[in-house]
């Protein structure tokens, strides 16, 4: 559980509410990773755009590859996300 404030999702208005709407719909619930970043709605909004084209746009690098890549980057920096 993380220390940092997070907006709960009952009180989420606008672009914070949009994006966690799309979070459920992708995943079926918020995500700390996501959740986390409620304060700032627009940072999150930012990152899920990066996200989205770093894992699902064009590129030389099959979508297969690029979740290998993500995951051994995880787990070198022991990272559980």
């Not at 894992?55 to 690098?61: H, N």
Request: glycine residues 4%; hydrophobic residues 45%; aromatic residues 8%.
């Amino acid at each position: 559980m993380s220390w940092i404030h997070r907006v709960p999702e009952k009180e989420a208005t606008g672009l914070l509410k949009r994006q966690f709407d799309a979070a459920v719909e992708r995943a079926g619930r918020i995500w700390n990773i996501v959740h986390v970043q409620s304060v700032n709605p627009l940072v999150l909004d930012s990152g899920m755009r990066f996200y989205s084209a770093v894992m699902k746009g064009a590129s030389p690098l099959s979508r297969t590859q690029r979740e290998m890549l993500a995951t051994v980057v995880s787990v070198e920096l022991d990272c559980h996300y």
